[in-house]
């Protein structure tokens, strides 16, 4: 099993940014792929996740950030806009089967991270 995140970077505040991971190993159209992050001295917190056409996003990035996936491609993506400064941190994608939950332990399978930094 293996998640490969991309697309992260440097951007300033009201950028934009878009993360893709990729993802082999397993059925990928069967599992909930989220998308979590880790800002510095702070624990993993939840973001978005999706399973088929079903969202759900943290209240912090509702409105701003938009999850989609791409079953073919193997492929989950968060388009990130209006990007605030608090907004920084290293982005995860992570799977699980079945059922979505905001839970970083429920998720089975990560991705080693991509780092995403907002400033002017």
């Known amino acids: 099993v293996q998640l490969v995140e991309s697309g992260g970077g440097l951007v300033q505040p009201g950028g934009s940014l878009r993360l893709s991971c990729t993802a082999s190993g397993f059925t990928f159209s069967n599992y909930v792929m989220g998308w979590f992050r880790q800002a510095p001295g702070k624990e993993v917190e939840f973001v978005a996740s999706?399973?088929?056409?079903?969202?759900t996003y943290a209240d912090s990035v509702k409105g701003r950030f938009t999850i989609s996936r791409d079953n073919a491609k193997n492929t989950v993506y968060l388009q990130m806009n209006s990007l605030k400064p608090e907004d920084t941190g290293v982005y995860y994608c992570a799977a699980k089967l079945w059922v979505i939950t905001t839970i970083p332990s429920d998720y089975n399978y990560w991705g080693q991270g991509t780092q995403v930094t907002v400033s002017s």
């Open positions: 999706i399973r088929w056409s079903s969202e």
